[in-house]
């Protein structure tokens, strides 16, 4: 079974452009999360989403953006770039996502290395 | 308040134990987790707890939970050079994972 993919791997922008990031998930899971990776900050929930629909959110601002297609395939987007936007971007795929009272394994891909200028 | 820490370094030879101590906040959570990062790769889920379950052995990792202290460890065996990587400790909450800030294990040969 193939892993959770990103795209691209790294990825060089300037200050107030913006980025478009990619992620494939296992087959058959319907659960996409994202996370930013700063030294600074660690390991940061962005949001999740399910079928299609934004299931949970994290406290970024609104630049910070996501979506789901059909197939599960998510993008997140991030609009006028900060430099603090510099991180390392991981998704993890699952196949319900996590809940209160349920656990459910979360696969993580590589990460996109985004560097702001 | 959603917080969890970490002890940020350890060092062990090669053959010991290491062990990783993690403390989180919200008693609310009810399950509680290990990832290991090697360089370049993404995360990778090494071994979850339940919260009423105060240890689970799995292979050369334990963990161990103390509820009212809200402690967290993870205890690795004959600790291989392999093993050098950062780990993280997480809990589950309202969907999504809070993590530490991880504690990165250096093995010494």
């Known amino acids: 079974k193939a892993g959770v993919t990103q795209t691209p791997r790294y990825l060089i922008k300037t200050r107030g452009q913006q980025v478009t990031l990619s992620c494939s998930p296992i087959?058959?899971?319907?659960?996409v999360s994202w996370y930013q990776q700063t030294p600074g900050q660690g390991l940061q929930f962005l949001f999740e989403?399910?079928?299609?629909?934004?299931?949970n959110k994290g406290n970024f601002p609104g630049r910070f953006s996501g979506r789901q297609f059909s197939n599960s395939r998510s993008e997140m987007n991030v609009s006028t770039l900060e430099l603090g936007d510099s991180a390392l971007y991981l998704c993890?795929?699952?196949?319900?996502?996590?809940?209160?009272?349920?656990?459910?394994?979360?696969?993580f891909g590589p990460g996109t290395r985004l560097t702001v200028l | 308040g959603e917080d969890v820490e970490q002890s940020l370094f350890l060092s062990v030879r090669e053959g010991d134990s290491s062990v990783i101590n993690c403390t989180y906040t919200d008693s609310s959570s009810t399950y509680l987790y290990w990832y290991k990062q090697e360089p370049g790769a993404g995360l990778q889920l090494l071994t979850y707890?339940?919260?009423?379950?105060d240890m689970k052995q799995d292979q050369r990792l334990t963990v161990l939970l103390n509820k009212k202290d809200k402690h967290l460890s993870l205890r690795i065996a004959d600790t291989q050079t392999g093993d050098s990587a950062i780990y993280f400790c997480a809990e589950g909450l309202r969907g999504k994972l809070i993590f530490g800030q991880g504690t990165t294990l250096q093995v010494k040969p």
């Open positions: 087959s058959g899971h319907r659960s």
């Open positions: 993890a795929s699952s196949l319900v996502g996590l809940a209160d009272r349920r656990t459910d394994t979360q696969y």
């Open positions: 989403y399910f079928s299609e629909t934004q299931r």
């Open positions: 707890i339940f919260s009423n379950m």
